[in-house]
């Protein structure tokens, strides 16, 4: 569940995956609170009843996801400090690193060095796997990353959108029409 703006990039990211999947977003107020639902498009405001049972599922999703990206973020912002462009280079292992970093001191010396340095301190295969990663022009990361990711995290939905779609109508149910779903 997301908000007006991310709604829109998740249904062009579910179009180009030919998903048809329901898409929802919760709205907050001034206050940053979360106070209605958004669903369908373009999108429609829904109001919700704070004490309703949907308004409790969808607030608890709410803050399971905004608890996982901030781990995720925490993490991802954790291992790139001690991350090096040499973690990146399949086929070198840790041995490899620490001689070409007692040799040649210093990953931008690495960069530089030529197909017969990095021979020499590594061997014949891994020497050139090194040498290739550096020379070899990369492509530079698109503007579509966060299209990407939302495309990764749309496809994980997907896959559980069957058992949370029928929670969610569950719980619209029993907020709809109490009097259906009284327990004994």
Do not use: W
Request: hydrophobic share 35%; glycine share 6%; charged share 30%.
């Amino acid at each position: 569940m997301v908000g007006k703006g991310q709604m829109e990039v998740v249904r062009e990211v579910a179009d180009e995956l030919h998903l048809n999947i329901p898409i929802a977003g919760l709205a907050k107020d001034d206050r940053h609170r979360t106070n209605e639902l958004l669903y369908g498009f373009p999108p429609q405001t829904i109001g919700l009843d704070v004490k309703s049972e949907l308004f409790k599922v969808l607030t608890q999703i709410q803050d399971e996801v905004h608890r996982y990206a901030i781990t995720f973020h925490r993490n991802k912002r954790s291992k790139h400090a001690l991350h090096s462009e040499l973690d990146d280079i399949k086929g070198l292992g840790p041995k490899g690193k620490e001689a070409l970093l007692k040799e040649l001191k210093t990953v931008k010396s690495i960069k530089e060095a030529d197909n017969q340095q990095l021979i020499k301190v590594l061997g014949a295969s891994k020497g050139t796997i090194v040498y290739k990663h550096f020379t070899q022009k990369c492509p530079k990361q698109n503007n579509f990353s966060y299209i990407c990711r939302m495309r990764i995290v749309i496809q994980r939905c997907a896959q559980a959108s069957v058992t949370l779609n029928n929670e969610v109508k569950t719980a619209v149910a029993r907020a709809t029409y109490p009097f259906r779903h009284r327990r004994k």
